[in-house]
Protein backbone atom coordinates (compact mmCIF):
# COMPACT_ATOMS: atom_id res chain seq x y z
CA UNK A 1 0.00 0.00 0.00
CA UNK A 2 1.18 3.56 -1.21
CA UNK A 3 1.59 6.32 1.18
CA UNK A 4 -0.79 8.10 0.38
CA UNK A 5 -3.25 5.47 -0.26
CA UNK A 6 -2.76 4.84 3.51
CA UNK A 7 -3.34 8.41 4.27
CA UNK A 8 -6.30 8.48 2.49
CA UNK A 9 -7.72 5.14 4.34
CA UNK A 10 -6.78 6.68 7.43
CA UNK A 11 -8.34 9.76 7.03
CA UNK A 12 -11.42 8.26 5.07
CA UNK A 13 -11.38 6.38 8.61
CA UNK A 14 -11.07 9.34 11.21
CA UNK A 15 -13.88 10.98 9.03
CA UNK A 16 -16.19 7.92 9.69
CA UNK A 17 -15.41 7.74 13.16
CA UNK A 18 -16.13 11.22 13.63
CA UNK A 19 -19.37 10.62 12.19
CA UNK A 20 -20.47 7.81 14.37
CA UNK A 21 -19.06 9.19 17.13
CA UNK A 22 -21.44 12.27 16.71
CA UNK A 23 -24.63 9.53 16.61
CA UNK A 24 -25.71 10.52 20.14
CA UNK A 25 -26.36 13.51 19.72
CA UNK A 26 -28.14 12.83 16.21
CA UNK A 27 -30.40 10.40 18.02
CA UNK A 28 -31.59 12.97 20.74
CA UNK A 29 -32.34 15.35 18.09
CA UNK A 30 -34.74 12.46 16.16
CA UNK A 31 -35.96 11.38 19.58
CA UNK A 32 -36.88 14.90 19.86
CA UNK A 33 -38.52 15.30 16.63
CA UNK A 34 -40.65 12.18 16.79
CA UNK A 35 -42.22 13.50 20.36
CA UNK A 36 -42.62 16.86 19.08
CA UNK A 37 -44.48 15.10 15.80
CA UNK A 38 -46.52 12.98 17.60
CA UNK A 39 -49.90 14.72 17.93
CA UNK A 40 -49.17 14.93 13.60
CA UNK A 41 -48.60 11.87 12.97
CA UNK A 42 -52.21 10.98 11.50
CA UNK A 43 -52.05 14.12 9.10
CA UNK A 44 -48.58 13.61 8.22
CA UNK A 45 -49.74 9.81 7.71
CA UNK A 46 -52.67 10.88 5.18
CA UNK A 47 -50.06 12.83 3.01
CA UNK A 48 -48.08 9.57 2.75
CA UNK A 49 -51.05 7.76 1.76
CA UNK A 50 -51.59 9.75 -0.80
CA UNK A 51 -48.27 10.90 -2.03
CA UNK A 52 -48.52 6.51 -2.67
CA UNK A 53 -51.49 6.43 -4.30
CA UNK A 54 -50.07 8.73 -6.58
CA UNK A 55 -47.44 6.20 -6.96
CA UNK A 56 -49.56 3.55 -7.52
CA UNK A 57 -51.72 5.38 -10.66
CA UNK A 58 -48.04 6.43 -11.90
CA UNK A 59 -47.03 2.80 -12.29
CA UNK A 60 -50.64 1.94 -13.38
CA UNK A 61 -50.11 4.84 -16.14
CA UNK A 62 -46.64 2.85 -17.49
CA UNK A 63 -48.93 -0.05 -17.85
CA UNK A 64 -51.15 1.86 -19.52
CA UNK A 65 -49.16 3.34 -22.03
CA UNK A 66 -47.16 0.07 -22.83
CA UNK A 67 -50.91 -1.45 -23.79
CA UNK A 68 -51.79 1.81 -26.18
CA UNK A 69 -48.19 1.33 -27.83
CA UNK A 70 -48.51 -2.13 -28.33
CA UNK A 71 -52.26 -1.76 -29.21
CA UNK A 72 -51.95 1.61 -31.26
CA UNK A 73 -55.36 1.10 -33.62
CA UNK A 74 -58.27 3.31 -33.00
CA UNK A 75 -60.37 0.44 -32.38
CA UNK A 76 -62.47 -0.16 -29.16
CA UNK A 77 -59.53 -1.23 -27.14
CA UNK A 78 -57.50 1.95 -27.90
CA UNK A 79 -60.40 4.06 -26.93
CA UNK A 80 -60.63 1.84 -23.77
CA UNK A 81 -56.88 2.66 -22.65
CA UNK A 82 -56.88 6.19 -24.10
CA UNK A 83 -60.10 6.69 -21.18
CA UNK A 84 -58.67 4.87 -18.49
CA UNK A 85 -54.94 6.89 -19.64
CA UNK A 86 -56.71 10.07 -19.16
CA UNK A 87 -58.73 9.19 -15.91
CA UNK A 88 -55.69 8.22 -14.57
CA UNK A 89 -53.70 11.86 -15.25
CA UNK A 90 -56.81 13.76 -13.83
CA UNK A 91 -56.50 11.09 -10.32
CA UNK A 92 -53.18 12.09 -10.07
CA UNK A 93 -53.71 15.68 -10.84
CA UNK A 94 -56.50 15.78 -7.80
CA UNK A 95 -54.41 13.31 -5.48
CA UNK A 96 -51.54 16.36 -6.22
CA UNK A 97 -53.54 19.29 -5.44
CA UNK A 98 -55.01 17.83 -2.09
CA UNK A 99 -52.04 16.76 -0.89
CA UNK A 100 -50.16 20.11 -1.69
CA UNK A 101 -53.02 21.53 0.26
CA UNK A 102 -52.77 19.44 3.12
CA UNK A 103 -49.07 19.34 3.04
CA UNK A 104 -48.74 23.67 3.09
CA UNK A 105 -51.82 23.97 6.18
CA UNK A 106 -49.50 21.28 8.52
CA UNK A 107 -46.26 22.75 7.32
CA UNK A 108 -47.75 25.97 8.76
CA UNK A 109 -49.76 24.69 11.90
CA UNK A 110 -46.33 22.58 12.96
CA UNK A 111 -43.88 25.59 12.20
CA UNK A 112 -46.40 28.13 14.36
CA UNK A 113 -46.53 25.32 17.18
CA UNK A 114 -42.72 25.52 17.47
CA UNK A 115 -42.40 29.20 17.19
CA UNK A 116 -44.97 29.24 19.61
CA UNK A 117 -43.06 26.24 21.81
CA UNK A 118 -39.93 28.54 21.55
CA UNK A 119 -41.39 31.65 22.67
CA UNK A 120 -43.56 30.43 25.73
CA UNK A 121 -40.18 28.93 26.71
CA UNK A 122 -38.11 32.21 25.91
CA UNK A 123 -41.44 34.23 28.10
CA UNK A 124 -40.69 31.90 30.81
CA UNK A 125 -37.34 31.20 31.65
CA UNK A 126 -35.05 33.62 33.69
CA UNK A 127 -34.42 36.85 31.99
CA UNK A 128 -30.73 37.09 32.53
CA UNK A 129 -30.59 33.16 31.05
CA UNK A 130 -32.19 34.57 27.90
CA UNK A 131 -30.16 37.61 27.45
CA UNK A 132 -27.14 35.58 26.81
CA UNK A 133 -28.64 35.27 23.31
CA UNK A 134 -28.77 37.99 21.19
CA UNK A 135 -32.10 38.79 19.88
CA UNK A 136 -31.11 38.54 16.11
CA UNK A 137 -29.93 35.01 17.03
CA UNK A 138 -33.84 34.30 18.81
CA UNK A 139 -35.42 35.74 15.69
CA UNK A 140 -33.64 33.42 13.59
CA UNK A 141 -34.12 30.30 15.72
CA UNK A 142 -37.61 31.43 15.77
CA UNK A 143 -38.03 31.66 11.97
CA UNK A 144 -35.37 30.49 10.36
CA UNK A 145 -34.81 27.07 12.96
CA UNK A 146 -38.58 26.41 13.51
CA UNK A 147 -39.33 26.63 9.17
CA UNK A 148 -36.79 23.97 8.71
CA UNK A 149 -37.99 21.51 11.23
CA UNK A 150 -41.77 21.97 9.98
CA UNK A 151 -40.63 21.69 6.80
CA UNK A 152 -38.47 18.90 7.56
CA UNK A 153 -41.21 16.80 9.26
CA UNK A 154 -44.27 17.82 7.03
CA UNK A 155 -42.40 17.43 3.85
CA UNK A 156 -38.88 15.65 4.24
CA UNK A 157 -39.37 12.71 6.10
CA UNK A 158 -42.51 11.82 4.76
CA UNK A 159 -40.91 12.25 1.54
CA UNK A 160 -38.07 10.06 1.98
CA UNK A 161 -40.42 6.98 3.18
CA UNK A 162 -42.77 7.85 -0.26
CA UNK A 163 -39.35 7.45 -2.04
CA UNK A 164 -38.47 4.20 -0.59
CA UNK A 165 -41.94 3.14 -0.85
CA UNK A 166 -41.77 4.11 -4.38
CA UNK A 167 -37.85 2.62 -5.18
CA UNK A 168 -40.08 -0.55 -3.99
CA UNK A 169 -42.68 -0.73 -6.06
CA UNK A 170 -41.06 0.36 -9.38
CA UNK A 171 -38.24 -2.12 -8.32
CA UNK A 172 -40.69 -4.71 -8.19
CA UNK A 173 -42.77 -3.66 -11.24
CA UNK A 174 -39.41 -3.70 -13.31
CA UNK A 175 -38.45 -6.91 -11.94
CA UNK A 176 -41.35 -8.51 -13.70
CA UNK A 177 -40.24 -7.13 -17.09
CA UNK A 178 -36.14 -7.91 -16.84
CA UNK A 179 -34.81 -9.10 -13.52
CA UNK A 180 -31.06 -7.91 -14.99
CA UNK A 181 -32.30 -3.97 -15.58
CA UNK A 182 -33.22 -4.45 -11.89
CA UNK A 183 -30.84 -5.31 -9.90
CA UNK A 184 -28.63 -3.56 -11.97
CA UNK A 185 -30.65 -0.27 -10.97
CA UNK A 186 -30.64 -0.94 -7.56
CA UNK A 187 -26.85 -1.65 -7.18
CA UNK A 188 -26.13 2.18 -7.28
CA UNK A 189 -28.30 2.74 -4.16
CA UNK A 190 -26.27 1.59 -1.54
CA UNK A 191 -23.12 3.44 -3.06
CA UNK A 192 -25.12 6.77 -3.05
CA UNK A 193 -26.46 5.74 0.49
CA UNK A 194 -22.48 5.92 1.79
CA UNK A 195 -21.34 8.37 -0.29
CA UNK A 196 -23.87 11.11 1.28
CA UNK A 197 -23.41 9.92 4.91
CA UNK A 198 -19.82 10.35 4.68
CA UNK A 199 -21.25 13.62 3.31
CA UNK A 200 -23.51 13.95 6.27
CA UNK A 201 -20.90 15.15 9.10
CA UNK A 202 -19.29 18.20 6.83
CA UNK A 203 -22.91 19.39 5.54
CA UNK A 204 -23.67 19.44 9.27
CA UNK A 205 -20.73 21.69 10.43
CA UNK A 206 -21.63 23.64 7.01
CA UNK A 207 -25.30 24.00 8.51
CA UNK A 208 -24.00 24.79 11.44
CA UNK A 209 -21.82 27.77 10.10
CA UNK A 210 -24.73 29.17 7.46
CA UNK A 211 -27.15 29.49 10.84
CA UNK A 212 -25.10 31.44 12.65
CA UNK A 213 -24.15 33.78 10.10
CA UNK A 214 -27.50 34.67 9.21
CA UNK A 215 -27.84 35.06 13.03
CA UNK A 216 -25.13 37.73 13.01
CA UNK A 217 -26.52 39.21 10.11
CA UNK A 218 -29.89 39.47 11.70
CA UNK A 219 -28.72 40.56 14.82
CA UNK A 220 -26.74 43.48 13.22
CA UNK A 221 -29.87 44.51 11.17
CA UNK A 222 -32.34 44.70 14.35
CA UNK A 223 -29.93 46.24 16.47
CA UNK A 224 -29.08 49.06 13.55
CA UNK A 225 -32.60 49.69 12.78
CA UNK A 226 -33.16 50.24 16.60
CA UNK A 227 -30.70 52.21 17.46
CA UNK A 228 -30.87 54.22 13.90
CA UNK A 229 -30.35 57.38 15.89
CA UNK A 230 -26.92 56.53 17.04
CA UNK A 231 -26.32 55.56 13.46
CA UNK A 232 -27.28 58.88 12.52
CA UNK A 233 -25.85 61.10 15.08
CA UNK A 234 -22.46 59.95 14.71
CA UNK A 235 -22.31 59.81 10.62
CA UNK A 236 -22.23 55.95 10.75
CA UNK A 237 -24.49 55.40 8.05
CA UNK A 238 -21.72 54.08 5.44
CA UNK A 239 -20.12 51.85 7.83
CA UNK A 240 -23.24 50.44 8.86
CA UNK A 241 -23.87 49.40 5.23
CA UNK A 242 -20.79 48.41 4.85
CA UNK A 243 -20.56 46.03 7.75
CA UNK A 244 -23.91 44.74 6.98
CA UNK A 245 -22.30 44.17 3.19
CA UNK A 246 -19.45 42.28 5.44
CA UNK A 247 -21.98 40.09 7.31
CA UNK A 248 -23.73 38.95 3.80
CA UNK A 249 -20.66 38.60 2.38
CA UNK A 250 -19.48 36.43 5.37
CA UNK A 251 -22.99 34.49 5.22
CA UNK A 252 -22.98 33.92 1.31
CA UNK A 253 -19.33 32.22 1.81
CA UNK A 254 -20.67 29.57 3.77
CA UNK A 255 -23.93 29.20 1.65
CA UNK A 256 -22.13 28.50 -1.15
CA UNK A 257 -20.01 26.17 0.36
CA UNK A 258 -22.90 24.47 1.36
CA UNK A 259 -24.27 24.30 -1.52
CA UNK A 260 -21.25 23.75 -3.76
CA UNK A 261 -21.06 20.36 -0.97
CA UNK A 262 -24.54 19.15 -1.83
CA UNK A 263 -24.20 19.74 -5.75
CA UNK A 264 -21.18 17.97 -5.92
CA UNK A 265 -22.49 15.17 -4.35
CA UNK A 266 -25.52 15.32 -6.17
CA UNK A 267 -23.95 15.86 -9.82
CA UNK A 268 -21.87 12.75 -9.33
CA UNK A 269 -24.45 10.53 -8.92
CA UNK A 270 -26.80 12.26 -11.83
CA UNK A 271 -24.43 11.57 -13.95
CA UNK A 272 -23.84 8.05 -13.04
CA UNK A 273 -27.25 7.82 -13.35
CA UNK A 274 -27.63 8.82 -16.73
CA UNK A 275 -24.79 6.21 -17.79
CA UNK A 276 -27.35 3.23 -16.08
CA UNK A 277 -30.25 4.83 -18.29
CA UNK A 278 -27.68 4.94 -21.26
CA UNK A 279 -26.76 1.40 -20.53
CA UNK A 280 -30.74 0.62 -19.95
CA UNK A 281 -31.54 2.28 -23.42
CA UNK A 282 -28.79 0.21 -25.25
CA UNK A 283 -29.99 -2.88 -24.05
CA UNK A 284 -33.70 -2.00 -24.83
CA UNK A 285 -32.50 -1.45 -28.54
CA UNK A 286 -30.50 -4.85 -28.75
CA UNK A 287 -33.35 -6.88 -27.53
CA UNK A 288 -36.27 -5.07 -30.05
CA UNK A 289 -33.56 -5.79 -32.72
CA UNK A 290 -33.63 -9.60 -31.85
CA UNK A 291 -37.26 -9.51 -31.29
CA UNK A 292 -37.31 -10.12 -27.96
CA UNK A 293 -39.64 -7.27 -26.48
CA UNK A 294 -41.65 -4.73 -28.45
CA UNK A 295 -41.83 -1.03 -28.64
CA UNK A 296 -44.65 -0.84 -25.47
CA UNK A 297 -42.29 -2.78 -23.13
CA UNK A 298 -38.92 -0.69 -24.52
CA UNK A 299 -40.71 2.06 -23.07
CA UNK A 300 -41.89 0.71 -20.03
CA UNK A 301 -37.75 -0.39 -19.78
CA UNK A 302 -36.97 3.20 -20.29
CA UNK A 303 -39.87 4.75 -18.17
CA UNK A 304 -38.97 2.25 -15.02
CA UNK A 305 -35.24 2.40 -14.91
CA UNK A 306 -35.84 5.84 -14.78
CA UNK A 307 -37.96 5.37 -12.10
CA UNK A 308 -35.67 3.63 -9.78
CA UNK A 309 -32.70 5.57 -10.19
CA UNK A 310 -34.97 8.90 -9.81
CA UNK A 311 -35.68 7.79 -5.88
CA UNK A 312 -32.26 6.68 -5.28
CA UNK A 313 -30.67 10.32 -6.41
CA UNK A 314 -33.43 12.01 -4.72
CA UNK A 315 -32.33 10.53 -1.22
CA UNK A 316 -29.06 10.85 -1.54
CA UNK A 317 -30.26 14.67 -2.37
CA UNK A 318 -32.06 14.61 0.76
CA UNK A 319 -29.30 13.89 3.50
CA UNK A 320 -28.43 17.87 3.36
CA UNK A 321 -32.33 18.29 4.10
CA UNK A 322 -31.58 16.41 7.06
CA UNK A 323 -28.68 17.44 8.45
CA UNK A 324 -30.47 21.16 8.28
CA UNK A 325 -33.49 19.42 9.90
CA UNK A 326 -31.39 18.15 12.75
CA UNK A 327 -28.81 21.18 13.06
CA UNK A 328 -31.92 23.33 13.77
CA UNK A 329 -33.66 20.98 15.84
CA UNK A 330 -30.01 21.34 17.76
CA UNK A 331 -30.67 24.81 17.88
CA UNK A 332 -33.91 24.53 19.39
CA UNK A 333 -33.43 22.22 21.92
CA UNK A 334 -30.68 24.13 23.11
CA UNK A 335 -33.01 26.82 24.28
CA UNK A 336 -35.58 24.28 25.66
CA UNK A 337 -32.44 23.45 28.11
CA UNK A 338 -32.75 27.03 29.52
CA UNK A 339 -34.23 27.02 33.41
CA UNK A 340 -37.61 28.10 33.38
CA UNK A 341 -38.75 30.50 36.10
CA UNK A 342 -39.60 29.12 39.73
CA UNK A 343 -43.25 30.46 39.65
CA UNK A 344 -44.76 29.48 43.29
CA UNK A 345 -48.76 29.31 43.97
CA UNK A 346 -49.67 32.89 45.80
CA UNK A 347 -48.74 32.51 49.46
CA UNK A 348 -49.44 35.66 50.99
CA UNK A 349 -52.04 38.04 51.18
CA UNK A 350 -50.80 40.86 48.23
CA UNK A 351 -51.68 43.72 50.79
CA UNK A 352 -49.54 46.43 52.54
CA UNK A 353 -46.35 44.24 51.46
CA UNK A 354 -42.96 44.96 52.51
CA UNK A 355 -39.52 43.35 51.40
CA UNK A 356 -36.84 41.69 53.33
CA UNK A 357 -33.14 41.28 52.03
CA UNK A 358 -30.43 38.97 53.58
CA UNK A 359 -26.92 38.39 52.96
CA UNK A 360 -27.49 39.10 49.48
CA UNK A 361 -24.83 38.82 46.58
CA UNK A 362 -24.37 38.75 43.14
CA UNK A 363 -21.95 39.26 39.89
CA UNK A 364 -22.26 39.27 36.45
CA UNK A 365 -19.38 37.57 36.30
CA UNK A 366 -16.35 36.59 39.05
CA UNK A 367 -16.56 40.12 40.06
CA UNK A 368 -19.71 40.90 42.46
CA UNK A 369 -21.99 43.77 42.31
CA UNK A 370 -23.48 43.17 45.74
CA UNK A 371 -21.50 41.20 48.69
CA UNK A 372 -22.82 40.12 52.03
CA UNK A 373 -25.91 42.82 52.08
CA UNK A 374 -29.14 43.38 53.55
CA UNK A 375 -32.34 45.97 53.93
CA UNK A 376 -35.66 45.96 54.78
CA UNK A 377 -38.54 47.82 53.43
CA UNK A 378 -41.68 47.99 55.51
CA UNK A 379 -45.17 47.50 54.03
CA UNK A 380 -46.41 51.52 52.88
CA UNK A 381 -42.60 52.94 53.19
CA UNK A 382 -41.80 55.33 50.45
CA UNK A 383 -37.61 54.33 50.05
CA UNK A 384 -34.77 55.88 47.63
CA UNK A 385 -32.12 54.63 46.58
CA UNK A 386 -29.29 56.97 45.49
CA UNK A 387 -25.92 56.75 44.16
CA UNK A 388 -23.45 56.43 41.54
CA UNK A 389 -24.31 54.80 37.99
CA UNK A 390 -23.19 51.11 37.88
CA UNK A 391 -22.78 50.81 41.67
CA UNK A 392 -25.88 47.81 41.57
CA UNK A 393 -28.85 49.86 42.16
CA UNK A 394 -31.05 48.52 39.24
CA UNK A 395 -29.69 45.10 39.79
CA UNK A 396 -30.84 44.85 43.19
CA UNK A 397 -34.43 45.36 41.52
CA UNK A 398 -34.24 42.71 39.20
CA UNK A 399 -33.01 40.50 42.25
CA UNK A 400 -36.04 41.53 44.06
CA UNK A 401 -38.09 40.83 41.00
CA UNK A 402 -36.73 37.28 40.66
CA UNK A 403 -34.95 38.78 36.95
CA UNK A 404 -32.29 36.41 38.17
CA UNK A 405 -31.60 33.08 40.31
CA UNK A 406 -28.13 32.57 40.80
CA UNK A 407 -27.26 34.71 43.99
CA UNK A 408 -26.70 34.10 47.31
CA UNK A 409 -29.07 35.37 50.16
CA UNK A 410 -32.89 35.46 50.42
CA UNK A 411 -35.20 38.36 49.45
CA UNK A 412 -38.54 37.87 51.09
CA UNK A 413 -41.33 39.56 51.19
CA UNK A 414 -44.22 40.22 53.79
CA UNK A 415 -47.14 41.44 54.50
CA UNK A 416 -48.67 43.42 57.40
CA UNK A 417 -50.37 39.90 59.09
CA UNK A 418 -46.61 38.25 59.44
CA UNK A 419 -47.26 35.99 55.80
CA UNK A 420 -44.03 35.58 54.24
CA UNK A 421 -43.29 34.62 50.42
CA UNK A 422 -39.81 33.93 48.85
CA UNK A 423 -38.89 36.32 45.94
CA UNK A 424 -40.07 34.06 42.61
CA UNK A 425 -41.47 35.44 39.51
CA UNK A 426 -45.22 34.46 41.20
CA UNK A 427 -43.71 37.48 43.27
CA UNK A 428 -44.67 39.91 40.25
CA UNK A 429 -48.50 39.64 40.71
CA UNK A 430 -48.13 41.89 43.51
CA UNK A 431 -45.47 44.80 42.04
CA UNK A 432 -45.78 47.24 39.25
CA UNK A 433 -42.01 48.43 38.14
CA UNK A 434 -41.50 50.77 35.76
CA UNK A 435 -38.02 50.84 34.14
CA UNK A 436 -35.38 52.84 32.71
CA UNK A 437 -35.77 54.15 29.16
CA UNK A 438 -38.20 53.57 26.62
CA UNK A 439 -40.54 50.32 27.16
CA UNK A 440 -43.16 50.99 24.87
CA UNK A 441 -44.62 48.88 22.26
CA UNK A 442 -46.09 49.65 19.06
CA UNK A 443 -50.11 50.10 19.31
CA UNK A 444 -52.32 52.00 20.61
CA UNK A 445 -52.16 54.19 24.12
CA UNK A 446 -54.85 52.08 25.22
CA UNK A 447 -52.92 48.61 24.77
CA UNK A 448 -50.09 50.07 25.86
CA UNK A 449 -51.54 50.69 29.44
CA UNK A 450 -53.63 48.01 29.45
CA UNK A 451 -50.36 45.90 29.70
CA UNK A 452 -49.81 47.05 33.21
CA UNK A 453 -53.59 45.47 33.73
CA UNK A 454 -55.50 43.85 30.95
CA UNK A 455 -58.85 43.70 33.02
CA UNK A 456 -58.50 47.63 33.31
CA UNK A 457 -61.63 49.67 32.69
CA UNK A 458 -62.20 53.60 30.62
CA UNK A 459 -62.19 55.45 33.92
CA UNK A 460 -59.59 53.14 35.69
CA UNK A 461 -57.11 54.17 32.30
CA UNK A 462 -57.90 57.75 32.78
CA UNK A 463 -57.96 57.76 36.63
CA UNK A 464 -53.95 56.64 35.69
CA UNK A 465 -53.17 59.24 33.37
CA UNK A 466 -54.55 61.94 35.16
CA UNK A 467 -51.95 60.82 38.29
CA UNK A 468 -49.32 60.49 35.65
CA UNK A 469 -49.38 63.90 34.55
CA UNK A 470 -50.44 61.96 31.34
CA UNK A 471 -54.34 62.78 30.81
CA UNK A 472 -54.34 66.43 29.10
CA UNK A 473 -51.92 65.57 26.36
CA UNK A 474 -53.14 62.00 25.36
CA UNK A 475 -56.60 63.98 25.26
CA UNK A 476 -54.90 66.39 22.69
CA UNK A 477 -53.82 63.82 20.53
CA UNK A 478 -55.53 63.44 17.06
CA UNK A 479 -57.24 60.01 18.50
CA UNK A 480 -56.68 60.14 22.13
CA UNK A 481 -56.26 56.71 23.81
CA UNK A 482 -56.31 55.25 20.51
CA UNK A 483 -53.60 56.92 19.24
CA UNK A 484 -51.38 54.80 17.83
CA UNK A 485 -47.35 55.25 18.42
CA UNK A 486 -44.61 53.39 17.07
CA UNK A 487 -42.41 51.24 18.49
CA UNK A 488 -40.20 52.42 21.14
CA UNK A 489 -43.04 54.75 21.54
CA UNK A 490 -42.06 56.96 18.69
CA UNK A 491 -44.23 59.87 18.10
CA UNK A 492 -43.88 60.51 21.52
CA UNK A 493 -41.43 62.76 23.01
CA UNK A 494 -39.49 61.49 25.91
CA UNK A 495 -41.15 62.50 29.22
CA UNK A 496 -44.40 61.46 27.44
CA UNK A 497 -43.01 58.13 26.70
CA UNK A 498 -41.86 57.92 30.30
CA UNK A 499 -45.63 59.27 31.60
CA UNK A 500 -47.47 56.54 29.88
CA UNK A 501 -44.83 53.79 31.31
CA UNK A 502 -45.76 55.32 34.88
CA UNK A 503 -49.32 55.34 33.85
CA UNK A 504 -49.18 51.44 33.17
CA UNK A 505 -47.40 51.15 36.76
CA UNK A 506 -50.56 53.17 38.13
CA UNK A 507 -53.48 51.21 36.38
CA UNK A 508 -52.23 47.75 38.04
CA UNK A 509 -53.22 49.35 41.39
CA UNK A 510 -50.07 47.24 43.12
CA UNK A 511 -48.88 47.13 46.64
CA UNK A 512 -45.32 47.09 45.75
CA UNK A 513 -43.99 49.66 43.33
CA UNK A 514 -40.80 50.03 42.17
CA UNK A 515 -39.94 52.87 40.17
CA UNK A 516 -36.66 52.88 38.05
CA UNK A 517 -35.40 56.34 37.60
CA UNK A 518 -38.82 57.05 36.03
CA UNK A 519 -38.52 60.76 36.05
CA UNK A 520 -35.72 61.03 34.68
CA UNK A 521 -36.77 62.91 31.57
CA UNK A 522 -39.78 65.19 33.03
CA UNK A 523 -39.34 68.86 33.97
CA UNK A 524 -39.71 69.95 37.66
CA UNK A 525 -43.11 70.82 37.46
CA UNK A 526 -43.91 67.98 35.58
CA UNK A 527 -42.32 65.76 37.85
CA UNK A 528 -44.08 67.37 41.01
CA UNK A 529 -47.32 66.49 39.57
CA UNK A 530 -46.32 62.61 39.20
CA UNK A 531 -45.25 62.54 42.63
CA UNK A 532 -48.23 63.67 43.79
CA UNK A 533 -50.28 61.47 41.88
CA UNK A 534 -48.18 58.77 43.81
CA UNK A 535 -49.03 60.07 46.56
CA UNK A 536 -52.95 59.71 45.94
CA UNK A 537 -52.46 56.20 45.07
CA UNK A 538 -55.31 53.82 47.16
CA UNK A 539 -54.59 51.73 49.24
CA UNK A 540 -50.86 53.28 49.41
CA UNK A 541 -48.81 51.28 48.38
CA UNK A 542 -45.23 50.27 49.07
CA UNK A 543 -42.78 52.21 46.71
CA UNK A 544 -39.16 51.21 46.24
CA UNK A 545 -37.60 54.77 43.75
CA UNK A 546 -34.34 54.57 41.97
CA UNK A 547 -33.05 58.27 41.71
CA UNK A 548 -30.30 60.95 40.84
CA UNK A 549 -32.51 63.76 41.99
CA UNK A 550 -31.99 64.98 45.29
CA UNK A 551 -35.40 66.65 45.24
CA UNK A 552 -37.44 63.65 45.21
CA UNK A 553 -36.27 62.43 48.59
CA UNK A 554 -38.57 65.13 50.12
CA UNK A 555 -41.37 62.39 49.42
CA UNK A 556 -39.56 59.73 50.64
CA UNK A 557 -39.08 57.89 53.88
CA UNK A 558 -36.14 57.14 53.70
CA UNK A 559 -32.77 57.26 51.99
CA UNK A 560 -30.21 54.33 51.17
CA UNK A 561 -27.70 53.88 49.44
CA UNK A 562 -25.20 51.49 47.69
CA UNK A 563 -21.38 51.68 48.54
CA UNK A 564 -18.60 49.32 48.15
CA UNK A 565 -21.02 46.67 47.56
CA UNK A 566 -23.08 47.22 50.52
CA UNK A 567 -26.66 48.97 51.22
CA UNK A 568 -26.18 51.76 53.62
CA UNK A 569 -28.91 53.83 55.02
CA UNK A 570 -29.18 57.39 55.89
CA UNK A 571 -31.25 58.09 58.60
CA UNK A 572 -31.40 61.33 60.59
CA UNK A 573 -28.91 62.84 58.56
CA UNK A 574 -26.52 59.98 59.77
CA UNK A 575 -24.96 57.11 57.30
CA UNK A 576 -25.36 54.41 59.37
CA UNK A 577 -24.57 50.17 58.05
CA UNK A 578 -27.88 48.37 57.24
CA UNK A 579 -26.68 45.65 59.27
CA UNK A 580 -26.18 47.59 62.69
CA UNK A 581 -29.62 48.64 62.61
CA UNK A 582 -32.21 46.40 64.59
CA UNK A 583 -34.83 45.97 62.10
CA UNK A 584 -38.08 46.83 64.13
CA UNK A 585 -40.86 43.95 63.56
CA UNK A 586 -44.39 44.72 62.81
Known amino acids: MTLSVKRGTEKLLERVKKIWGDRGNQSQYARWLFSYSRPYLGKIGLVVVLGVLNTVASLAMVQVSKSIIDNATFGNEFVRLLVIYMLLVFGMQ???????????????????????????????????????????????????????????????????????????????????????????????????????????????????????????????????????????????????????????????????????????????MSISFQIGYIAAFSYGVFQIANGSITYGTMSVFLALVNRVQAPVLQLAQQIPRIVMILTSAGRVMELQDIPVEEKQPEQIKPEGIGVRVEGLSFGYTAETVLEDTALEIRPGEFVAIIGESGIGKTTLI?????????????????????????????????????????????????????????????????????????????????????????????????????????????VRRAPFLILDEATSALDEKTELSVLQGLQELQPKPTCLIITHRRSILTYCDREIRIQDKRILEQEDGNIKNREKIERKKD
Not at 142 to 163: E, H, K, R, V, Y
Open 94 to 268: ALSVVNSLLTALLTEKFSFGIRKQIYDKIIQSHWMDVKKYHTGDLMTRLTSDAGNIADGIISTIPGIFLLVIELVMVFFTLFQYSRLLAVLALLVAPVAAFTSWLLGRKLKVLQGRVQESEAAYRSFLQESLANLLIVKAFANEEYSVDRLTRLREERFKWVFRRTKMSLFSSTT
Open 398 to 506: RLMMSFMSNYRGNITYFNQAGEQEKANAGSREFIAYVPQGNTLFSGTIRENIRMGNLEASEEEIFQALRMAAAYDFVMELPEGLDTIIGERGHGLSEGQAQRIAIARAF
